[in-house]
């Protein structure tokens, strides 16, 4: 069974920082790419961040210069580490783990919720 759980969401005033953590299990964490998006309420969910099973980054023009993403391939966990972040960050947060093959194979976590207060 695959299971993505997050972690480290919360409440925070603008201008601060959070660490979001995604454990995975259930996959080949290091074959897959993992991503985290986001989804304000009454709007799409969109990507936020990439980092494939190279480690190449992607990044929304919005979150370049303040969010970082990063993954522990022996600790099947990917994090995003979200600095000044602004009001508009607001959203649930959600883990998203690739992995290509024939066919793919994708999977979501729950969600967790961040709240930058103004």
């Known amino acids: 069974q695959v299971q993505l759980v997050e972690s480290g969401g919360g409440l925070v005033q603008a201008g601060g920082s959070l660490r979001l953590s995604c454990a995975a299990s259930?996959?080949?964490?290091?074959?897959?790419?993992m991503a985290w998006y986001r989804q304000a309420p009454a709007s799409q969910r969109d990507l936020v961040a990439s980092v494939s099973r190279g480690g190449t980054t992607n990044y929304a023009d919005s979150v370049k210069g303040r969010f970082t993403i990063s993954r522990d391939n022996a600790k099947n966990t990917v994090y995003l580490q979200m600095n000044s972040l602004k009001p508009e960050d607001t959203a649930v947060y959600y883990c998203?783990?690739?992995?290509?093959?024939?066919?793919?194979?994708?999977?979501w976590g729950q969600g967790t919720q961040v709240t930058v207060s103004s």
């Open positions: 998203y783990a690739l992995q290509q093959g024939l066919p793919n194979k994708d999977y």
């Open positions: 259930g996959i080949i964490f290091s074959l897959n790419t």
